[in-house]
């Protein structure tokens, strides 16, 4: 396999139990954002108040929401699968902060990921439990911000990144604003908030059954796995173990039945030229898949 672009930074591995690298209050701070985006949505539901424009909002913010995270914060902050203007850069960034997510920590944990997969050095592996997989790893997953920034120093080296850290919480607050602005309470529930639990949980599916569930079409170092369910939901995301073999790749289905939804806005975005160099499959690597999936244990 060809190493990740950018990752040349050295973060030793680390052993035994999971260290608390983050702040009792942004513990509080994340936990607690975690569950009032999915309460609040809960009590509008419950309460009969959604109209049909709130799940209109609802899909509309899913769509945007999980493509910026998809192309955004994955196939490009965290592999560079793609090259771009810094323009259209910052408008990923942007995007991707619409969701909370701080883009250069979010790669960063994301090439850990990569390089400890499956390990107990692993930022969000099932082996080290459900909870920690699925959300204990949003509040708190080991590292602390040097050691994440010290695996991006090519997003580094662009300091309206850099400022946007600081400010990351921005994008994100200004959308929920305008849904309530628009729509009122109910259209902030249903369309923002829903929509950003919908997406938590599914990047959660990914972390999961990705390493649990599924058919392995190559050999990998970890357990990763393809999971075409979990490709239908999040857009192609769920070709996981063909993404662990092949990272770099703009694609994450090889394969012409393995859909993914993300490659092809990529593809289209290459086509009217926002996007270039956008890194594909070698030949080679598809065909060495063929006739060796198999069903993960």
């Not at 790893?137 to 050691?147: A, P």
């Not at 599914?202 to 357990?223: A, E, I, K, M, Q």
């Not at 790749?249 to 039945?257: I, N, P, T």
Request: hydrophobic content about 45%; glycine content about 8%.
């Amino acid at each position: 396999m060809m190493p990740l672009a950018g990752v040349e930074a050295a973060v030793p591995p680390r052993s035994g139990r999971r260290r608390v690298t983050s702040p009792f209050f942004r513990r509080w701070r994340d936990g607690s954002f975690i569950v009032a985006i999915h309460v609040i949505p809960a009590v509008v539901i419950v309460d009969g108040m959604p109209v049909l424009s709130d799940w209109i909002a609802f899909g509309a913010c899913y769509v945007v929401l999980a493509m910026g995270t998809g192309i955004g914060l994955h196939r490009y902050f965290a592999h560079r699968a793609f090259r771009t203007s810094r323009a259209f850069q910052f408008f990923l960034a942007v995007l991707a902060c619409a969701t909370f997510a701080e883009p250069l920590r979010f790669a960063g944990k994301h090439r850990l990921h990569h390089r400890h997969a499956d390990t107990s050095a692993d930022v969000h592996s099932p082996g080290q439990g459900f909870w920690f997989c699925w959300f204990g790893s949003l509040v708190d997953d080991g590292y602390t911000d040097c050691e994440t920034l010290m695996m991006v120093p090519d997003l580094c080296q662009f300091p309206e990144l850099l400022r946007l850290r600081a400010w990351f919480w921005v994008p994100g607050v200004t959308l929920a604003t305008a849904t309530w602005w628009i729509g009122g309470f109910s259209k902030f529930a249903v369309g923002y908030c829903l929509s950003l639990a919908l997406l938590l949980n599914l990047v959660s599916t990914v972390n999961y059954f990705g390493h649990c569930v599924g058919t392995r079409s190559y050999p990998t170092r970890d357990r990763s796995t393809n999971n075409a369910i979990v490709a239908l939901l999040t857009f192609g995301e769920g070709w996981h173990n063909n993404h662990h073999y092949w990272p770099r790749a703009a694609r994450a289905g090889f394969r012409r039945c393995e859909i993914d939804l993300v490659y092809y806005v990529i593809v289209a975005l290459a086509w009217i030229g926002l996007v270039w160099h956008v890194q594909d499959v070698p030949p080679h690597v598809r065909e060495a898949a063929l006739g060796r999936s198999h069903v993960s244990e």
